[in-house]
Antibody
Framework: EVQMLESGGGLVQAGGSLRLSCAAS????????MSWVRQTPGKGLEWLST????????YYADSVKGRFTISRDNSKNTLYLQMNSLRAEDTAIYYC??????????????WGQGTLVTVSS | EIAMTQSPATLPVSPGERATLSCRAS??????LAWYQQKPGQAPRLLIY???TRATGIPARFSGSGSGTEFTLTISSLQSEDFAVYYC?????????FGQGTKVDIK
């Protein structure tokens, strides 16, 4: 059974940092691109970043480029999101999602349960 | 960036009735479109990809159609478990973008 479990969310002050993790199981992790998607009441679902199966290729939304870094450890079946220079508007539920393929993550066929990040100003 | 617009924002439907949800892209995405269902407190669930292909385990009452800029998700006979928010997402270009959602409510 495919499972993904996010952790690392919490309350942080504006300007601070957090690292989210997503522990995956039930599939060959390195064979799938993985992404982070966040959800806020005001902006709905927002794709943030994708990383290819090997970890070489990465893609970012403009809203987080230069502040967030996606990475993965295929030996630990774990996806990460390092979030720096956090802003109040980064407050959201953060989901990790498995992509449809190894390279481009066209659609997300499995999602984690999400972890809440709250940035206080 | 390709903008995705969904309509209506809220769709009141009675159980057993048909629901038709729309999604429009600001430029052609061919058939590079997915639909997701989200219930309160849960993560989104993939329903449709390739504009019309049902994901594994998705009941046949869900169907998708369209290409280019106009897409439709149809739920042929609404069951109680189908009352939820539905999102479309394009994967033609980066950044991947979602519509703002259509909430299917009990009429």
């Amino acid at each position: 059974e495919v499972q993904m479990l996010e952790s690392g969310g919490g309350l942080v002050q504006a300007g601070g940092s957090l690292r989210l993790s997503c522990a995956a199981s039930g599939f060959t992790f390195r064979s799938y691109a993985m992404s982070w998607v966040r959800q806020t009441p005001g902006k709905g679902l927002e794709w943030l970043s994708t990383i290819g199966g090997s970890g070489v290729s990465t893609y970012y939304a403009d809203s987080v480029k230069g502040r967030f870094t996606i990475s993965r450890d295929n030996s630990k079946n774990t996806l990460y999101l390092q979030m720096n220079s956090l802003r109040a508007e980064d407050t959201a539920i953060y989901y990790c999602a498995r992509g449809s393929d190894e390279y481009y993550h066209f659609w997300s066929d499995y999602w984690g349960q999400g972890t809440l990040v709250t940035v206080s100003s | 960036e390709i903008a995705m617009t969904q309509s209506p924002a809220t769709l009141p439907v009675s159980p057993g009735e048909r629901a038709t949800l729309s999604c429009r892209a600001s430029q052609s995405v061919s058939t590079d479109l997915a639909w997701y269902q989200q219930k309160p407190g849960q993560a989104p669930r993939l329903l449709i990809y390739g504009a019309s292909t049902r994901a594994t385990g998705i009941p046949a009452r869900f169907s998708g159609s369209g290409s280019g800029t106009e897409f439709t998700l149809t739920i042929s006979s609404l069951q109680s478990e189908d009352f939820a928010v539905y999102y479309c997402q394009q994967y033609k270009n980066w950044p991947r973008t979602f519509g703002q959602g259509t909430k299917v409510d009990i009429k």
